[in-house]
């Protein structure tokens, strides 16, 4: 059975993010997205209502599991059986970020292979940090977020 990971913050989901799970749930058996919380990053969303809004988003697809983790990713993906991760990326700075991680995950977890897909060009500018910026000052996001993640916000 392949398994994938695709793990984040998603606080909040965007519609970049939707975009590359509905890509790549077909590529697997099943895709868990994993809830992590970024300690690096200012929260707007508790994890519970991160999963919560996910769920609204994914409904009941069989093949895609939402669950909150802590720790590190590699530890989580092993717990999970994953084979592979998954990262979206939407500009050249976030593939310097994201090989990097890949790399230091290889030398921690050989075993689970990570997958780049790249966001699609109308994407490109959607990040969640940038979606929480637009939030506190009160601003429209619903051009950015999947419609059913709105009533969480």
């Known amino acids: 059975m392949k398994i994938a990971l695709f793990p984040g913050s998603f606080d909040p989901v965007t ?20 809830v992590g919380d970024n300690s690096s990053k200012k929260g707007l969303l508790s994890v519970a209502t991160r999963e919560q809004m996910l769920r609204a988003v994914f409904g009941e697809d069989p093949r895609i599991h939402i669950i909150a983790y802590e720790g590190l990713t590699v530890d989580f993906a092993r717990s999970i059986g994953a084979g592979y991760m998954i990262r979206g990326i939407r500009t ?32 490109s500018s959607i990040s969640s940090t940038i979606v929480r910026e637009i939030l506190r000052h009160n601003g429209d996001v619903s051009q950015f977020v999947p419609k059913e993640a709105l009533p969480f916000l």
Do not use: C, T, W
Request: hydrophobic share 40%; aromatic share 12%.
């Open 92 to 123: 050249v700075s976030d593939f310097e970020y994201e090989k990097a991680i890949a790399q230091m995950n290889h030398s921690l977890a050989p075993e689970i292979e990570s997958i780049f897909i790249v966001s699609k060009p109308g994407y």
């Open 15 to 34: 519609k970049a993010h939707v975009d590359i799970i509905k890509r790549s749930v077909g590529l697997f058996d099943k895709l868990y997205i994993g």
